[in-house]
């Protein structure tokens, strides 16, 4: 046996407590950094609609994800934190779970503690793993059943298992591939994974149609948990998407129909299938993979697969090589569906392929040191040393390079920015938003119990938000409240709008004189024929029912001199984050500036569209559409001979 420093011997003892210490200080390393990134509020994102659905037992945007909602209600009943922090902090202990499984799987297939420590690090400090806890987002929990089913399939593969013991294996591993699918439907990727176990052992563990049968039913018993999402929806929660408590409803739910049609009179675009589609879904992959895991990590990846299929073993190989190819056709079928997913939506579902490229790379490196073994070597300490440089080469920079970005500051500008948008509306406000705000709004309101006087209506405008609306909110549209929540009632109570834009401007117009009625910047630049209706107040825009010349102005000064509530404690460390989502923030505060400043600038109130427009440069000097602005600003009032003024606030 090859007693070299490198590989833990089975039976000895030294070498045992050798591979504990260096698996609980893989996992511990990148724990603390976990938990070091978790957010203190809401992170930034679409986080906030799932965090939200977690701590009221609600139903989540389509597939549903119930069992990450079932385990998020339990951790967020925690006496720790805030529910985000709770929650994020419950992602953190999966990945740490999956670390621990990534590990000794290496450490089995290879006998190398080197290995498995590199293998432990490599997916810990992966940039969008670590984004996975910090965001508090719903894919760990996946990722964690998907190694565990990865642990599982292996075991069964393993040679001189008995038929019986093979059979028991896989129908374990059916269930938690179903499991796996009611954490996240990308746990549909380990299906292939059956299908290749099924093939290859056939002969050991039996091809016959009961066999065939067990497995299926194991596999739809992990999926039951998705008959807790019509249970959630009878309660009639907080955030209830699609209202999925009727038979129709949730098949109509479970389709995902919903995610492409944004609202009552619209349809998005599908990305058409094409040659150009799958070169993208490709080259987005790979340049994912590299940015979250470096480049030399999938070098090694693809060194540990050619290396399982030199040793002949053709499944292990077939295992990564599907699990890596099925990356870019998820993306693939990604922009099939909703061709503005992009990298964004994507990254999201980054984790699973990076946890078998993680696996992968473990074996590259175990392929690197036998090569280096099977060399002649004079000194036996030399070519332990070697190994030692080598592995000292790979594993410290890259953990030195993903740590800061892993731990980038800022992470609780959302949260920022959505209590500034709160504190700013005045009481019984009606507010229109939409997408990461919306998120947000929600969370605050909901989980932390922010401003429950304020009314919140999601954009896009969905058949059943509308419903909810007429049902839950009656009086926003001087109608009685149904005696009971029916979808025909509610149905009835909206046939007479022709469409979504009908729909909200009957909100705005018959709301407008009892009650502030509000839209944030995304929802108020994509309402053009409110556009004249609308008077920038902090962060909002609020729909005025006067349109005149002289009392639009009036309306502007007053918004202008009210005093804002903004604190902007964490816009400098977000200004500093190398992450995309969170340096978001300042671009919406400054684009709210900018767009105040171009309402004021069609006024004719040149002195406070250069106010406003100063503002969102001091938020972002290079911020192109407020400086655009701002040149054509100051043309227009040098033409009027009103020089602007220098506005103090």
Known sequence: ???????????????????????????????????????????????????????????????????????????????????????????????????????????????RVIAASASTLFLGFSLYFVRSSATAGVMPIAVMLAALTFAVLLSCDSKGGSSAAGRRGLNIAALL?????????????????????????????????????????????GLL??????????RKPYLDWGSPDTLHSFLYYLSCRDLYIP???????????????????????????????????????????????RKKRLYAFTLFWVIVISGPVLFIMTSLADAQAGRVTFSHLLPIPSLFIAIAAGFGLDAIFSAISEMEWANEKRRQAVQCGIALVLMVPFCLFQIPTALSPGSGAA?????????????????????????????????????????????PLYPWRARQIVTRHPELLDEAAPSKADSRQADAGIGRYRSAESFIAAIAE??????????????????????????????????????????????????????????FDLLMAAGKSKLPDVRSYIELYAGSYTMAGTVYAMNGLFEYAEAELLTALALRLDFEPALNVLEQVRKKAAQNDKPPVEMKR
């Open 1 to 111: 046996m090859d007693e070299e420093l490198w590989r833990g011997a089975p039976g000895v003892s030294s070498a045992s407590r050798m591979s504990l210490a260096a698996a609980l200080i893989s996992v511990a390393v990148p724990l603390a950094v976990h938990l070091m990134a978790l957010p203190v509020t809401v992170p930034p994102g679409d986080s906030g609609t799932f965090i939200t659905a977690a701590v009221c037992s609600g139903v989540a945007p389509p597939p549903g994800y119930p069992l990450y909602i079932l385990a998020g209600k339990i951790f967020s009943l925690l006496p720790l934190g805030s529910p985000a922090w709770r929650i994020a902090l419950m992602d953190a202990l999966a990945n740490s779970v999956t670390l621990l499984i990534v590990f000794f799987l290496v450490m089995k297939g290879t006998g």
């Open 510 to 567: 018959k709301n407008a004189s009892r009650r502030p009625v509000c839209f944030d910047m995304d929802s108020a630049r994509e309402k053009r024929s409110m556009e004249a209706h609308l008077i920038p107040e902090g962060l909002v825009f609020r729909y005025e029912a006067e349109t005149g010349g002289e009392a639009k102005q009036a309306s502007l000064k007053r918004s202008y001199e009210s005093p804002r509530k903004f604190s």
């Open 263 to 309: 609202d009552l009179s619209a349809s998005s675009a599908r990305l058409p299938f094409s040659l150009f589609t799958v070169e993208a879904g490709f080259l987005t992959f790979f340049s994912l993979i590299k940015e979250s895991m470096t480049v030399f990590v999938p070098a090694l990846a693809l060194t540990g697969i050619l290396a399982l299929y």
């Open 415 to 459: 949260g920022e920015y959505g209590r500034n948008i709160l504190d700013n509306l005045q009481e019984r406000a009606v507010i229109f938003t939409g997408g990461s705000t919306l998120s947000i709004l929600s969370y605050l309101q909901e989980a932390e119990g922010l401003r429950r006087d304020v009314v919140i209506i999601g954009l």
């Open 177 to 221: 591939a179903g499991l796996t699918c009611a954490a996240h439907p990308a746990g549909f990727l380990l299906l292939p994974l059956a299908v290749t176990v099924m093939a290859v052992r056939r002969n050991e563990f039996g091809a016959g149609a009961g066999n065939a049968a067990g497995q299926a039913g194991c596999f739809f018993l």
């Open 225 to 234: 948990p998705y008959l807790l999402i019509p249970l959630f929806a009878l």
